[in-house]
């Protein structure tokens, strides 16, 4: 039998809801227009820059990203046709391709980080104390171990260039 939220948890819960949903959009509409990168770009040529030699297999994309495949298929087809990345198929598994970084997507993330880590530093960041930091960080973490409890949580705030 399914319990009610208290009136506490739903303020937390909708507040959670709320501020996530704005967040996301915020940020990405102040990428879109300082770089022209979507928050879903930025998102996929982090991950690229961050692995060895700019290239990850589509499934790695996908587990990373929580999206679905189709998602990710239509989204890497139209980076590619901006330059941003570009397509390999693997040589030891003919079913699986590659996304790798082309010097276009690396200098794009390059010229859009700068700008994006301060408005997230600006949106988040600058309103909490050290203390508030961590506590967001501990609460995170807590939260990201119950969604994947046969894997090992990534730490907050993980990226360099992240979303955070």
Known sequence: MSQW???DEQ???R???QMTSRLDARLNRE???SSGLSLADYDVLVLLTEAPDG???MFQLVDDLQWEQS???HHIA???RRGLVAREECTTDKRGAFVVLTDAGREAIEKAAPGHVDTVRRLVFDGLSGEQVAMLETFVGRVLSRLAPTEEAAPAGGRVHGRS
């Open 11 to 13: 303020r937390a819960w």
């Open 78 to 80: 139209r980076m590619q």
């Open 55 to 57: 290239r990850l297999r």
């Open 5 to 7: 939220l208290t009136d």
């Open 15 to 17: 507040g959670l809801v």
């Open 71 to 73: 998602r990710l298929s």
């Open 31 to 33: 990428l879109q227009q």
